[in-house]
């Protein structure tokens, strides 16, 4: 394959979308980032609204792009947060931290722009609005957008087309008998922001996720009560140990018109408030392939390595999708194999080898019992993913610090509300890892 510079349309100017753009800016290509909103840094820029359909089912609600809470603090060491050529270190005029607060990693994202000369290439207020190839066989896509609502949408072609828009604007919600007559207050953790709202409530909490424990310690101490439902089969009904107002159930059963939420083992609370923190669905509205690409049971596909759809490829690609599994150092690598792929250094398979082993990952996960929903949360399965990208770039293998950090992290985190162990004064790096 002969080197190329491309035409590039990147979308989205979060994390993603500034990693990706960093790197086709260094294998030559032409790039123009869309970014809606009038700044860079995507959901890491903290918004106080919240949207008028708190639960988020309304298509016509006005969309508040971020679910940032004010306290939400990364749950990961920053030394796991940085990029490969570009730490995110402290600075005695910021959040020192090792476990920082949003605002601090917005800040690295706006130096890192800085420092790498990206802000230029960003289009601010420009919302995509269709992504489709010109024809039925051009390899050139049209990016259709517009500046404000209302006003008339412009058009622009462009060689490819890398998707960076997050999928934080769709909430996920739990279903369950009874829930459109519940009589009480219902939302997704979207649109949570602080624990104000809740004071004095009886609060139901679904969810057992990082989001998900941030919110039940912060409501518990303005609360009246707070019950958390959780989906794993071997919970039953249990007080917390040192927590006078908290209380552990399995999944909802159903709601009554009086008020009642009722849990599979019989237990029930009369409540205030339902919080749905349940997680997102991946949506692309501007995205038209005729059904090449699609959204099925949240899994996006068909998608080799999570990238490159195969019959599209290299000209469509997604980068970001995997979650739990601390995408930074996952989207650094993924934005340098796309890339390279773009330029021409780096060859995919035949479009018949890419789908077979699209095909051969759905047919796994299905005899292993998980869910298609599952195809993107890479979990423990993070660290052979990572290393199959850096050997594909050749690059030196990665540390093991980072494998060590990480499920040390991880195992420090509560099973309950307890003290948060991002606060721990014995937090000291190196005496975790071995160099």
Same mark, same amino acid.
């Given at each position: 394959?002969?080197?190329?510079?491309?035409?590039?349309?990147?979308?989205?100017?979060?994390?993603?979308?500034?990693?990706?753009?960093?790197?086709?800016?260094?294998?030559?290509?032409?790039?123009?980032?869309?970014?809606?909103?009038?700044?860079?840094?995507?959901?890491?820029?903290?918004?106080?609204?919240?949207?008028?359909?708190?639960?988020?089912?309304?298509?016509?609600?006005?969309?508040?792009?971020?679910?940032?809470?004010?306290?939400?603090?990364?749950?990961?060491?920053?030394?796991?947060?940085?990029?490969?050529?570009?730490? $995110?270190?402290?600075?005695?005029?910021?959040?020192?931290?090792?476990?920082?607060?949003?605002?601090?990693?917005?800040?690295?994202?706006?130096? $890192?722009?800085?420092?790498?000369?990206?802000?230029?290439?960003?289009?601010?207020?420009?919302?995509?609005?269709?992504?489709?190839?010109?024809?039925?066989?051009?390899?050139?896509?049209?990016?259709?957008?517009?500046?404000?609502?209302?006003?008339?949408?412009?058009?622009?072609?462009?060689?490819?087309?890398?998707?960076?828009?997050?999928?934080?604007?769709?909430?996920?919600?739990?279903? /369950?008998?009874?829930?459109?007559?519940?009589?009480?207050?219902?939302?997704?953790?979207?649109?949570?922001?602080?624990?104000?709202? /809740?004071?004095?409530?009886?609060?139901?909490?679904?969810?057992?996720?990082?989001?998900?424990?941030?919110?039940?310690?912060?409501?518990?101490?303005?609360?009246?009560?707070?019950?958390?439902?959780?989906?794993?089969?071997?919970?039953?009904?249990?007080?917390?140990?040192?927590?006078?107002?908290?209380?552990?159930?399995?999944?909802?059963?159903?709601?009554?018109?009086?008020?009642?939420?009722? $849990?599979?083992?019989?237990? /029930?609370?009369?409540?205030?408030?339902?919080?749905?923190?349940?997680?997102?669905?991946?949506?692309?509205?501007?995205?038209?392939?005729?059904?090449?690409?699609?959204?099925?049971?949240?899994?996006?596909?068909?998608?080799?390595?999570?990238? /490159?759809?195969?019959?599209?490829?290299?000209?469509?690609?997604?980068?970001?999708?995997?979650?739990?599994?601390?995408?930074?150092?996952?989207?650094?690598?993924?934005?340098?194999?796309?890339?390279?792929?773009?330029?021409?250094?780096?060859?995919?398979?035949?479009?018949?080898?890419?789908?077979?082993?699209?095909?051969?990952?759905?047919?796994?996960?299905?005899?292993?019992?998980?869910?298609?929903?599952?195809?993107?949360?890479?979990?423990?399965?993070?660290?052979?993913?990572?290393?199959?990208?850096?050997?594909?770039?050749?690059?030196?293998?990665?540390?093991?610090?980072?494998?060590?950090?990480?499920?040390?992290?991880?195992?420090?985190?509560?099973?309950?509300?307890?003290?948060?162990?991002?606060?721990?004064?014995?937090?000291?790096?190196?005496?975790?890892?071995?160099?």
């Amino acid at each position: 394959m002969k080197e190329q510079s491309l035409k590039v349309a990147v979308i989205g100017a979060g994390m993603a979308g500034l990693l990706a753009a960093r790197e086709l800016k260094r294998e030559g290509h032409r790039v123009i980032v869309f970014e809606k909103t009038s700044r860079l840094g995507g959901t890491w820029v903290y918004d106080p609204r919240v949207e008028t359909d708190p639960l988020g089912l309304d298509p016509s609600r006005k969309i508040v792009h971020s679910s940032m809470y004010s306290s939400l603090r990364v749950n990961l060491p920053r030394r796991l947060m940085g990029f490969l050529d570009y730490p $995110f270190l402290k600075k005695q005029d910021g959040d020192t931290r090792e476990f920082p607060g949003h605002r601090e990693v917005l800040r690295y994202l706006e130096d $890192f722009a800085r420092d790498f000369w990206l802000v230029e290439l960003i289009r601010f207020e420009h919302e995509v609005v269709r992504v489709e190839r010109v024809n039925g066989v051009s390899h050139e896509w049209i990016v259709e957008w517009r500046t404000r609502e209302g006003e008339s949408e412009e058009e622009e072609v462009f060689e490819a087309v890398i998707v960076c828009n997050g999928h934080h604007t769709e909430p996920r919600i739990a279903e /369950f008998p009874g829930m459109d007559t519940w009589p009480g207050v219902q939302i997704h953790s979207h649109n949570y922001r602080t624990p104000e709202p /809740f004071k004095n409530k009886i609060v139901v909490l679904i969810g057992n996720g990082p989001s998900a424990h941030d919110i039940l310690r912060e409501i518990s101490s303005v609360a009246k009560e707070v019950h958390q439902a959780l989906r794993a089969s071997d919970v039953h009904f249990k007080k917390l140990e040192n927590r006078n107002n908290i209380w552990q159930h399995p999944v909802i059963e159903r709601t009554d018109e009086d008020g009642k939420v009722i $849990f599979q083992d019989g237990s /029930f609370v009369c409540a205030d408030i339902i919080i749905h923190c349940t997680g997102y669905k991946y949506h692309f509205p501007f995205l038209r392939t005729n059904g090449i690409v699609n959204v099925d049971d949240n899994c996006v596909g068909p998608l080799y390595k999570h990238v /490159f759809p195969p019959y599209l490829a290299p000209w469509l690609s997604f980068v970001g999708l995997p979650y739990r599994a601390v995408p930074t150092l996952i989207i650094e690598l993924q934005s340098r194999w796309l890339a390279k792929v773009l330029s021409g250094k780096l060859a995919l398979p035949c479009e018949e080898e890419m789908a077979s082993s699209v095909e051969e990952l759905y047919q796994h996960m299905n005899e292993s019992g998980r869910p298609k929903h599952h195809t993107h949360q890479l979990q423990q399965n993070k660290f052979d993913y990572e290393n199959w990208l850096v050997n594909q770039l050749g690059l030196p293998p990665l540390e093991d610090w980072r494998e060590q950090l990480y499920f040390y992290a991880l195992k420090k985190i509560p099973s309950d509300a307890g003290d948060d162990y991002r606060d721990w004064d014995t937090w000291d790096i190196n005496q975790w890892i071995q160099e």
